[in-house]
């Protein structure tokens, strides 16, 4: 008997082409079920959130779409219609008021980090380890996130209070729109010092710049940041499996990495 004949190189592309035919017919499924969540993030998360979306994306297939700013505007704007799916918030009292007011779903809001507060300066030795700068009060301005829509302003304003200073620094205080503002006005040189979130001054993998002081908790009430699925995003599988990964090992390793608490 005669030895088979080896295969041609048209059999060899057929069999390839139904290789490839039978990846695509077991891909297509699951690209099919990929589809976009628009999220809104608090402005001081906005940079360990960017590792996570893309941790997400690259986990699901499915995309995220984000805007970033304050947690009290975001309030507005959901109230007025904004076509959000999720909040990642920077207090947990802003997605407890959704849930009241019938726009986020009930039972789904989380903690996902507690945020520190940090009194920076961009210039070395300006701010001292025990925060007796802001008591001496040799500087010209003092940044702070606005109080009534940002969680961090409003902590940075507490603390004022409680060490007695608020009435006598009040003329320097130069008020931002969120904290990723007050943290350029110090950046900028704009504002000598401002009360910023410890995610902005210490980023993975990079020192610290200039000079600060880490807040103790004791002097503020904890900031707990919570996430919430908004009615808009209630039946969108994209949005609930978002929460479910800003719960996972992964994300939680990110949030520790740029100093936030869980």
Do not use: C
């Not at 608090?42 to 690259?58: K, L, M, V």
């Not at 969120?178 to 001054?201: M, P, R």
């Amino acid at each position: 008997m005669s030895d088979p004949l080896p295969p041609s190189p048209s059999d060899l592309l057929g069999r390839a082409a139904r290789r490839w035919a039978l990846v695509l017919s077991l891909a297509l499924p699951a690209l099919a079920q990929a589809d976009e969540v628009q999220v809104a993030v608090a402005a001081n998360f906005a940079g360990p959130f960017q590792q996570i979306a893309a941790g997400f994306a690259s986990a699901t297939g499915h995309q995220v779409v984000v805007s970033t700013g304050s947690t009290g505007k975001f309030h507005a704007q959901i109230r007025h219609g904004a076509p959000f799916s999720v909040l990642i918030a920077a207090d947990d009292e802003t997605p407890a008021k959704l849930i009241d007011e019938g726009l986020a779903v009930k039972g789904s809001s989380f903690t996902y980090a507690v945020g520190k507060l940090v009194l920076w300066s961009a210039k070395p030795g300006f701010v001292d380890a025990q925060g007796d700068v802001l008591k001496k009060g040799q500087f010209e301005h003092l940044a702070i996130a606005n109080p009534k829509l940002a969680p961090y302003g409003a902590a940075g304003l507490e603390v004022l209070k409680k060490l007695g200073v608020h009435e006598a620094l009040a003329p320097k205080i130069v008020q931002a729109e969120n904290i990723a503002q007050a943290h350029q006005f110090v950046a900028t040189g704009n504002a000598e010092l401002g009360f910023v979130a410890w995610s902005q001054v210490a980023m993975p993998g990079k020192p610290p710049v200039g000079s600060w002081w880490l807040v103790p908790p004791q002097l503020h009430t904890s900031i707990r940041q919570n996430a919430v699925l908004l009615t808009t995003g209630a039946n969108q599988a994209a949005a609930q499996a978002l929460l479910k990964y800003l719960q996972s090992d992964a994300a939680k390793a990110v949030i520790q990495s740029w100093g936030y608490g869980l």
